[in-house]
Structures are given as structure tokens and as C-alpha cells.
């Protein structure tokens, strides 16, 4: 069996060569019993499980065979993607995992999320997602038509790309007093969010940063549970 973790693939019809690069990565994997771990940013941009494409449909029948073939996948929603929900996972039997989740693999236990919630010092971030997680909220934008929430996405997609420019990267990071209670009661924490792929030594502890998607490649975690006691390294994904 082969854990396999990515994060931040940003997928969409602009950049072909990001779902081609997806789509090459399910063929590789798909005879090797894997556990495909998402976590967060799948789509640069979710609108809603209505959605439809032709692009998006190649996506889901190669997701269809991937699942065919033995292997599951397994998705925590991002800051880009936090309404995508079980209607498009149910597709092809994906599970869809908590902000934050858990995972023992051998003697190690692994704590799971996109990242984005270890940013605290980015507070008007936190005020804005907490506004936009809301369960009533998201339930209301749900029920919009595609076209406007189309261009909501649109909206917000831009007003993050303005803020990110006038924002420090220091308070678009993780803070290392939110990293440190992350670990307290696990032995690894994977993540990413911050698009700053680098394995991090906590305390004796791992935290290991998957990259996000660029055009020809990507920084991905392979686990294989005979050697999950093994020092981690992260894997160049090319395509």
C-alpha cells in the first residue's frame, strides 16, 4: 500500500497542464493500492457541485478508474475549494475529511490539514473565513444560480491576489506557537497553504510543507508503511 499526499493543485480550465499533470499522476498510481491524500486547494476555485465541464468530467472518469482500480481517495477542503462537498466526491466514492483529521499510519500517528487555520497572524484572513465557513452562509451561496457565483469567485480570486501583495509573508506563514499545540498529541503534521514545500523539525517532531502545483512540477509525500519509521523526504513530481 502507498500513502501519497498533495495539496495545492489549483486545477483549472486556464491551466491545462496542471489537470494534465493530475491526470498522469492518478495513471501512475493507480496499480500501486494507493491512499490518495488532498488536502485543500484541489480546484482554484470551487463554486459548487453543480458545476460542469468538459475538462471536469475528463477529471472525474479518471477518478473513476482510479477508485475502480482499488484505490481511495481521500479530500480536506482549502481556502480555494471549501464548498466543493460529497455530491462531486460521491462521483467516485471519494471521502471528504474534516478541517483537521488524524491518521496512523504504523506507530505514527499524523495529524492532517490544508494549513490555512495555523495562519493566526493573519487576522482579517481568520475573521473572513470564519464569516464564510458558516454552515447557513455557504448553505444560502449554494442556492444562487452558477452564473453569479461564477462571478463571486471571480471576485474573490481577485481580492485575495490584492491582498497578498501588500500582506508580509511572515503573516501570510504558519505561527509557530499554532504549529506547536498542532503537534502536541501527534508525531507528524502535514500541511500546505503556504506554497513553501520544506520539511521543519519541530522539537523532534516533523512538519512536513507539500508544494503547490507549478507548470512542470510539484513537491508531493510518498509513505510506504514498511518504512514509515524512515527519515521523509519529499517527492518531485514532474509532468
Not at 457541485?49 to 473513476?64: F, G, R, S
Request: net charge neutral.
Amino acid at each position: 500500500m502507498t500513502y501519497l499526499f498533495i495539496a495545492d493543485l489549483h486545477l483549472s480550465p486556464e491551466h491545462p497542464r496542471l489537470v494534465r499533470g493530475f491526470l498522469a499522476l492518478l495513471e501512475s498510481y493507480k496499480n500501486k493500492n494507493t491512499q490518495l491524500y488532498i488536502l485543500g486547494d484541489w480546484f482554484n476555485a470551487w463554486i459548487g457541485d453543480d458545476y460542469t465541464a468538459p475538462w471536469l468530467d475528463e477529471v472525474i472518469n479518471a477518478l473513476k478508474q482510479f477508485n475502480q482500480a482499488g484505490n481511495q481517495v481521500y479530500f480536506q477542503v482549502g481556502n480555494r475549494d471549501f464548498a466543493l462537498g460529497k455530491r462531486f466526491l460521491n462521483q467516485f466514492n471519494g471521502i471528504l475529511l474534516p478541517d483537521v483529521d488524524t491518521l496512523k499510519i504504523g506507530n505514527i500517528q499524523i495529524r492532517l490539514e490544508h494549513g490555512d487555520l495555523l495562519c493566526t497572524d493573519d487576522v482579517s484572513y481568520q475573521k473572513f473565513r470564519k464569516i464564510i465557513r458558516n454552515p447557513l452562509l455557504l448553505g444560502f451561496l449554494k442556492r444562487l444560480p452558477l452564473s453569479f457565483r461564477q462571478k463571486l469567485a471571480n471576485g474573490f480570486r481577485k481580492k485575495s491576489a490584492e491582498t497578498k501583495q501588500v500582506k508580509s509573508y511572515e503573516i501570510m506563514d504558519v505561527n509557530p506557537h499554532a504549529v506547536e499545540q498542532s503537534l502536541q498529541s501527534v508525531d507528524l503534521l502535514i500541511h500546505g497553504h503556504t506554497h513553501r514545500p520544506y520539511i521543519h523539525d519541530v522539537h523532534g517532531k516533523p512538519r512536513i510543507v507539500l508544494g503547490d502545483w507549478r507548470e512542470h512540477e510539484a513537491q508531493i509525500l510518498e509513505i510506504d508503511p514498511e518504512h514509515i519509521n524512515q527519515t521523509f523526504e519529499l517527492k518531485i513530481w514532474q509532468y
